[in-house]
Nanobody
Framework: QVQLVESGGGLVQAGGSLRLSCAASGRTFSRYHMGWFRQAPGNEREFVAYISRISITDYADSVKGRFTVSRDNAKNTVYLQMNSLKPEDTAVYYC?????????????????WGQGTQVTVSS
């Protein structure tokens, strides 16, 4: 069982930056692939980024070059650095954990989810 708690969301102007954190409970964090997803009102939850157990990363096209995902296994934490934010990045951001790693861009792949943190980008 893994419990995930996101933090770091807030209100920022377009062009600004935020760093989201996701703290995981348990002693097996390093065994999990970690993903970030987001959901805007009226939209489905969409893939943002993932970082595998061995720190392979991938990003949605919409955030490539602006967002960076990283992990610190000693702190049981995964991060999402978001730069050059746009109003269309406004959403609730969720982190998620998965052990199998078959298709890390799919929300259905993940076993555990955090409660989400709101990111609002004003124009």
């Amino acid at each position: 069982q893994v419990q995930l708690v996101e933090s770091g969301g807030g209100l920022v102007q377009a062009g600004g930056s935020l760093r989201l954190s996701c703290a995981a409970s348990g002693r097996t964090f390093s065994r999990y692939h970690m993903g970030w997803f987001r959901q805007a009102p009226g939209n489905e939850r969409e893939f943002v980024a993932y970082i595998s157990r061995i720190s392979i990363t991938d990003y949605a096209d919409s955030v490539k070059g602006r967002f960076t995902v990283s992990r610190d296994n000693a702190k049981n934490t995964v991060y999402l650095q978001m730069n050059s934010l746009k109003p269309e990045d406004t959403a609730v951001y969720y982190c998620a954990a998965d052990q199998a790693g078959w298709s890390l861009i799919r929300a259905s792949e993940y076993d555990y989810w955090g409660q989400g943190t709101q990111v609002t980008v004003s124009s």
